[in-house]
């Protein structure tokens, strides 16, 4: 163990550590999903603005879907955000602190970012339709300012991997740790971009199977654009994701390589093509739900991808999580998930009683 990092902090786990891992995972999973229909809505909403004037019935109703829509996926990106930090820190505290606490001044630029983001998606909402271009420039400016927030994320994510790099930043405070040069940063930054045209690209998609309140010229264009949003998207990120594997270390990409994960998030990626085609030829809502079930599915593979990575530049070298004490406490752990459980479900009532209420004035 690096002398540099302390080890396991003694307090027993109350499972085992294969469990927190999975958590992990699918916590992470939840947060990626309502980030990208974020991300992927203002980059939609931006398009659809330019392309107002060629038919501005079809193009307004959409931007009022997609205006209604954008405080609900930031305030689910937010609240999501919990879920992956308690397990990154359980199981990798010792470098995700450092890298956090390195980086102390773009947390600062991320509250001040994600402030100005609610005010940017409220008065988009809002002026969506009697101020069009007050709401769009806030809203481009919005994107903009999440992206940064992204770049921060990754950012993170991806120092904690190098001990080495925290160890020199730590050791010369002058010294930048913005890690442009850090081979990593730029793939992952830009699979979170193209994913989000993809999952956004679904979203619509749900949109014209589920709005009972528009035309079916409206419908229509939404199935296409929807399609094609999520087809170029999946592709984009399948090239991404080999960009990425060809920059990591050559032992972490053979073993990844020979996972067969990345066959298994192509092939998730291409089911959802093949049930988005059906489910709108035949407007059938029942089959389009298999879309983005496979599409989630790949999201929970890369989360696997990306979990791999974490746990061979970390492991067991300088974080040993096989050495940490465990003490089972399923009490906790129950109660956990029931408390989890029924925010979802608490979250699914809201979410309804949200979308009655915008129907009912718009
Ligand atoms: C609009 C706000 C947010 C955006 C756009 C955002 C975006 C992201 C992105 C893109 C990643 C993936 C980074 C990577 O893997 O390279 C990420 C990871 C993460 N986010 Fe967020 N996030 C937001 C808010 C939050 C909040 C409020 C929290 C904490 C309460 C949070 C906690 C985390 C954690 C802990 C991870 C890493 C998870 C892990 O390593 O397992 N996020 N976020």
Do not use: C
Request: proline fraction near 5%; charge should be neutral.
């Amino acid at each position: 163990m690096d002398s540099f990092f302390p080890g396991p902090d003694g307090l027993a786990l109350p499972a085992s550590p294969g469990l927190f891992k999975f958590l992990s995972i699918f916590t992470y999973t939840l947060h990626i999903i309502p980030m990208a229909f974020l991300i992927g809505l203002m980059i939609f909403a931006i398009f659809f603005y330019v392309k107002k004037s060629s038919n501005p019935e079809i193009f307004s109703s959409i931007l009022q879907i997609i205006g209604n829509s954008l405080p609900l996926m930031l305030t689910f990106t937010l609240v999501s955000g919990a879920l992956p930090l308690l397990f990154v820190q359980l199981l990798y505290g010792q470098a995700f602190y450092p890298a956090a606490i390195l980086t102390g001044w773009m947390w600062y630029l991320v509250l001040a970012f994600i402030l100005f983001s609610f005010f940017g998606v409220w008065l988009f909402k809002n002026k969506v339709i009697s101020f069009p271009s007050v709401g769009i420039v806030t809203l481009a400016l919005s994107l903009i300012a999440l992206l940064v927030v992204n770049y921060v994320f990754t950012n993170v994510s991806v120092l904690m991997l190098s001990p080495e790099a925290i160890k020199t930043a730590y050791l010369n405070p002058s010294q930048s740790i913005v890690s442009f040069s850090d081979p990593q940063v730029a793939p992952r930054w830009i699979f979170f971009f193209v994913t989000s045209i993809a999952l956004s690209g679904l979203l619509l998609n749900a949109f014209g199977h589920l709005s009972k309140k528009i035309s079916e010229e409206t419908r229509e264009y939404l199935f296409q654009t929807g399609f094609w949003g999520y087809t170029i998207g999946s592709v984009l990120s399948i090239i991404v994701l080999i960009y990425w594997l060809f920059v990591l270390p050559d032992q972490t990409s053979s073993k990844i390589w020979s996972s067969h994960y990345f066959e298994l998030f192509v092939t998730a990626l291409v089911f959802a093509i093949v049930f988005l085609k059906v489910s709108n030829s035949i407007k059938e809502a029942g089959i389009f739900i298999m879309s983005p079930i496979s599409a989630f599915f790949a999201v929970f593979i890369f989360g696997w991808i990306r979990h791999g990575v974490r746990e061979q530049a970390l492991e067991p070298v300088f974080i040993d999580t096989s050495a940490v004490d465990v003490q089972t406490d399923y009490g906790n752990l129950f109660l956990f998930f029931f408390l989890i459980s029924a925010g979802i479900v608490y979250l699914v009532y809201l979410t309804r009683l949200y979308y009655r209420a915008t129907h009912s004035q718009s």
